[in-house]
């Protein structure tokens, strides 16, 4: 157990839909980070939030947004859903930055990703 | 955007020290690389990270060329558990998003 915790772990919709994927840090990390895994793709990076307010975007279709709560738990919502949308959705999480500390060696921890079919 | 070249796949003797390269010719100076390592679909696993010295944990070795632009990552003996795909990534010196390339996939062999 990596200590961050997605749910749900799999999810199969249809075309059109809208779906909400869940994310729960790591206990005291203030930062969050999604990523998304084709088959054919490799991870690409999504977004990030620190602390509630976005940091960095990344490869996210505009059909995609991401928010990040009080508590520090972050929700990934995708709608108008596409079948090239099936993938494997990833949140991290690192121990805390300060605004603007961009040269921290600090690693993520992942989750162990939602599994999203499109059918 | 990923900064670094790797080998697409590599196999290994189980027990034998497995040596994963990487190319990052572009570094800048306060960039650190790090390893990742990601088992069948699983969230990926970080390794080890260093910005100039060498660096060593219970997992593996990491060994920087004199001129940075090159590494290597070293699991002394590998066992089967260590079949995965290896990502070698440079961290983007003005945020602290990580970018994933293609990785190398390394094979443990009976």
């Known amino acids: 157990d990596s200590g961050v915790t997605q749910t749900p772990k799999h999810l199969i919709t249809a075309t059109g839909q809208r779906v909400t994927l869940r994310c729960s840090p790591r206990?005291?990390?203030?930062?969050v980070y999604w990523y998304q895994q084709s088959l054919d793709q490799g991870l690409q990076f999504l977004i990030q939030?620190?602390?509630?307010?976005?940091?960095a975007k990344g490869n996210i279709l505009e059909r995609f947004s991401a928010q990040q709560f009080p508590d520090l738990h972050s929700e990934l919502n995708l709608s108008s859903l596409e079948l090239g949308d099936s993938a494997l959705y990833f949140c991290a999480s690192s121990v805390p930055l300060s605004p603007g500390q961009g040269d921290s060696n600090y690693g993520y921890t992942f989750g162990s990703g939602t599994r999203l079919t499109v059918v | 955007d990923a900064k670094t070249t790797q080998p697409p796949s590599m196999d290994c003797a189980e027990g034998r020290a497995a040596n994963l390269p990487c190319n990052h010719s572009?570094?800048?100076?306060?960039?650190?690389v790090y390893w990742y390592r990601q088992i069948h679909s699983q969230g990926p696993q970080y390794i080890i990270h260093?910005?100039?010295n060498n660096e060593t944990n219970e997992m593996a070795s990491l060994i920087i060329t004199e001129d940075r632009k090159s590494s290597t990552l070293i699991l002394p003996h590998a066992t089967l558990r260590d079949t995965a795909v290896y990502y070698c990534i440079v961290r983007v010196k003005a945020g602290n998003q990580f970018y994933f390339g293609t990785g190398t996939s390394l094979t443990v062999i009976p």
């Open positions: 939030y620190y602390n509630g307010e976005e940091r």
């Open positions: 260093g910005l100039k």
């Open positions: 572009t570094i800048s100076g306060n960039e650190y």
């Open positions: 206990s005291g990390d203030l930062s």
